[in-house]
């Protein structure tokens, strides 16, 4: 845990490239929402794929926009089926007007069930794939070659712990991003700097799980 928490002030692109994660989310909060995320998102690629090197990856190349761009297609290909049923959900709710009764309780609860339960699935299948799209190029790795990896134990253990850290720097991020002046630059900081920690505690999991 103490590597994750002190990685991205580490090696030679340490100040750079936190300072240009910190960016892109604060340009997201404050100028253009989401399309400053994307880049971001191709720089977890680099840190996740990077996962058994000791620093941080440079932020500013062009491998970093061209990876963005196949990640993105990547997270929506493993989000469209927890979104097909939440909102095959949604229309059993809203269709009728009513409140489910009976056999439509039981729809509704299996439905949210489902959604969560595969929205789980993909989150933890998501960072392998993009790992593996980043390692080799190929978007048709993202969904190739990921059983090995989810199955390990190590990667179990690096993606919980990424993940509770993620949630928990999110959390604190949003309260004060909510807030102006100096509490919102704080907050986007944080968010920043928990998406890093988080991807690289991932990340060595992902490259402990290939071994």
């Not at 928490?5 to 892109?24: I, K, M, N, Q």
């Not at 196949?70 to 929506?76: D, E, P, R």
């Not at 939440?86 to 039981?106: I, N, Y």
């Given at each position: 845990m103490d590597?994750?928490l002190?990685?991205p002030?580490?090696?030679?692109h340490?100040?750079?490239s936190l300072v240009?994660?910190?960016?892109?989310?604060l340009?997201?909060?404050?100028?253009?929402?989401?399309?400053?995320?994307?880049?971001?998102?191709?720089?977890?690629?680099?840190?996740?794929?990077?996962?058994?090197?000791?620093d941080?990856?440079p932020f500013l190349e062009?491998?970093v926009?061209?990876?963005?761009?196949g990640?993105v297609?990547?997270?929506?290909?493993?989000?469209a089926?927890p979104?097909?049923i939440?909102l095959?959900?949604?229309?059993l709710?809203?269709e009728?007007g009513?409140?489910p009764t009976?056999?439509g309780?039981?729809?509704?609860l299996?439905?949210?069930?489902?959604v969560?339960a595969?929205?789980g699935?993909?989150?933890?299948?998501?960072?392998i794939?993009?790992?593996?799209?980043g390692?080799t190029?190929?978007l048709?790795?993202?969904?190739?070659?990921?059983?090995?990896?989810?199955?390990?134990?190590?990667?179990?253990?690096?993606?919980?712990?990424g993940?509770?850290?993620l949630?928990?720097?999110?959390?604190?991020?949003s309260?004060?991003?909510s807030r102006?002046?100096?509490a919102l630059?704080?907050g986007t900081l944080i968010?920043?700097?928990?998406?890093?920690?988080s991807?690289?505690r991932?990340?060595r999991?992902?490259a402990?799980?290939?071994?």
């Amino acid at each position: 845990m103490d590597d994750a928490l002190a990685y991205p002030f580490r090696g030679d692109h340490a100040e750079t490239s936190l300072v240009a994660a910190w960016l892109c989310v604060l340009v997201h909060v404050l100028v253009v929402p989401v399309l400053p995320l994307v880049a971001l998102l191709g720089y977890v690629v680099s840190v996740l794929v990077l996962g058994s090197e000791r620093d941080p990856p440079p932020f500013l190349e062009r491998t970093v926009l061209r990876q963005a761009l196949g990640a993105v297609g990547i997270t929506i290909a493993y989000g469209a089926i927890p979104l097909v049923i939440a909102l095959s959900t949604v229309r059993l709710l809203t269709e009728s007007g009513e409140v489910p009764t009976g056999g439509g309780t039981f729809a509704v609860l299996v439905g949210s069930t489902a959604v969560l339960a595969i929205l789980g699935i993909a989150a933890y299948l998501l960072p392998i794939a993009l790992a593996n799209y980043g390692r080799t190029g190929s978007l048709r790795a993202g969904f190739a070659d990921i059983v090995s990896v989810a199955s390990h134990g190590a990667y179990f253990v690096g993606w919980a712990s990424g993940i509770t850290l993620l949630l928990v720097g999110l959390a604190l991020s949003s309260a004060l991003v909510s807030r102006d002046g100096v509490a919102l630059v704080a907050g986007t900081l944080i968010g920043a700097y928990a998406v890093l920690v988080s991807s690289r505690r991932i990340g060595r999991g992902y490259a402990a799980g290939r071994q």
